[in-house]
């Protein structure tokens, strides 16, 4: 039995028909200690066959070691969305990325065929004044249907700058994680860190916010 209902497939086909460069992603499982790499690897699998254009790699968190440390994987399980070429941009879903999550990952896959970012003019200036290494965690739960909407965000901002690294941590998954970073509701996000935003707030505001904190 499949993980997506016949109408999300429907769904999902017709917006992957607007796919237009060939997108790579990477999933790094684990055979110890990892609740869900196995559903997982199935969604990755399940959603790369709707699509002649995705293209998925399957490395093992201690047999890949060498693979594993080249892209800095943290922890299982773990996607990467890549571009043709292999770039990495960054970009890590910690976790399972099911429920409202699978938005966050159906948009990238997207944004990086069509190598198009929505956001202004003006806000992607102020992300371009960012010139320090930055790390955004943004804690998610697969019902929320607010967190997409700041993972969507952080992702953006990691294909506009190199310097920052966007991580989508799913927090029922990550519990230790989300009690250091005193999670008590989703989403939360973690610059660096050391600075916090919580909840979901529009996007020119959580830009601002990162800005004038960090430039």
Do not use: W
């Not at 960012?130 to 019902?143: R, S």
């Not at 190199?162 to 973690?190: H, Q, R």
């Amino acid at each position: 039995m499949g993980i997506f209902s016949e109408n999300d497939v429907k769904v999902i086909q017709t917006h992957l028909e607007e796919m237009i460069d060939p997108v790579h992603l990477v999933f790094v499982k684990s055979e110890k200690n990892c609740r869900y790499c196995r559903e997982c690897r199935q969604l990755i699998m399940e959603f790369a066959n709707y699509s002649d254009r995705i293209y998925v790699s399957v490395f093992d968190f201690e047999e890949d070691s060498k693979e594993i440390q080249e892209l800095n994987v943290e922890r299982v399980p773990a996607i990467i969305p890549m571009d043709k070429n292999m770039t990495d941009f960054g970009i890590r879903f910690y976790g399972i990325p099911s429920g409202y999550e699978f938005q966050s990952l159906l948009g990238i896959v997207l944004q990086i065929s069509k190598n198009k970012v929505g956001l202004r003019d003006e806000l992607k200036t102020l992300i371009a004044r960012i010139q320090k290494p930055m790390t955004i965690q943004t804690f998610v739960t697969p019902v929320c249907s607010y967190c997409p909407s700041i993972v969507r965000l952080i992702h953006k901002m990691a294909l506009l700058n190199p310097l920052i690294k966007a991580e989508m941590i799913e927090v029922t998954e990550f519990p230790e994680l989300g009690k250091e970073a005193n999670v008590k509701g989703v989403p939360k996000t973690i610059i660096n860190k050391t600075f916090e935003i919580e909840g979901a707030i529009p996007e020119d505001q959580f830009i601002h916010k990162i800005v004038e904190n960090f430039t």
